[in-house]
């Protein structure tokens, strides 16, 4: 049986995925750049400025490290505006049963967003007293696809990555979580997502997520 769950946020607790979307979109359109949602795509799950310079690149355009920190603390200004009216009305579907379930069952859950908005995020989402273990992003050095991010929220549950299952909406993501060696829960479409030993389309299958959990 699997003892611990550990939890992307954007994308699969909550649907802010969509405002990191539209804060880039607005960067973008503001400097002329070129953004859609297959470049956004590869940027789930990867940090603000590594999402800046994939931006960029697409785009053939070099800037100073100083324009760039402009552009980033711009995108951020936008989302940070854009979050500020998330209720617990936001949870996406199943996510409140899924937790008392858990809760029920003892199983511990850690979040691993490479937000650094997360935990504002949380609080505004009445959900943050339900987690063990928040992993802190400034501690760490490689972001998702490698793996340093799942093994820090293991490590903070206590509990080995063998017996931990991770839920990702990312490509990133899931390549992670397999990397970690847990058992990959991805939510959205198949095809992006196919490297995940499971996807669903969220949350919602609370049975089905359970019966994994405790064959
Ligand atoms: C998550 C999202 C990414 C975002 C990253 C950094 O991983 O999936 O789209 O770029 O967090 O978020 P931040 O709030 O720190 O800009
Ligand atoms: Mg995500």
Redesign the pocket.
């Known amino acids: 049986r699997y003892e611990g769950m550990i939890f992307?946020?954007?994308?699969v607790l909550t649907d802010?995925?969509r405002f990191?979307y539209a804060a880039w979109k607005r960067l973008c359109e503001e400097i002329g750049c070129y953004f859609d949602e297959i470049i956004n795509e590869k940027?789930?799950?990867?940090?603000?400025m590594?999402?800046l310079n994939i931006i960029l690149n697409e785009n053939d355009i070099e800037i100073s490290d100083e324009g760039k920190q402009f552009l980033?603390d711009r995108?951020?200004l936008y989302?940070k505006e854009m979050i500020s009216k998330i209720t617990p009305m936001d949870l996406l579907p199943g996510v409140s049963e899924l937790f008392q379930r858990l809760n029920e069952l003892g199983v511990k859950k850690a979040v691993a967003?490479?937000?650094?908005?997360?935990c504002t995020v949380l609080e505004r989402l009445g959900i943050i007293d339900y987690f063990q273990y928040i992993v802190d992003?400034d501690r760490i050095k490689n972001g998702?696809p490698d793996p340093e991010i799942f093994l820090n929220a293991s490590k903070g549950l206590g509990i080995p990555p063998k017996k931990c299952i991770g839920v990702e909406?990312?490509q990133a993501?899931i390549e992670a979580i397999k990397k970690a060696g847990m058992y990959a829960i991805g939510i959205g479409k198949p095809d992006t997502l196919y490297k995940a030993d499971l996807v669903l389309r969220d949350l919602r299958d609370t049975d089905r997520i359970i019966s994994i959990l405790l064959p």
């Open positions: 992307d946020l954007d994308g802010t995925a990191h940027l789930k799950g990867i940090g603000r590594e999402s980033a995108k951020n989302y967003s490479a937000s650094r908005n997360a992003t998702k909406d990312s993501g």
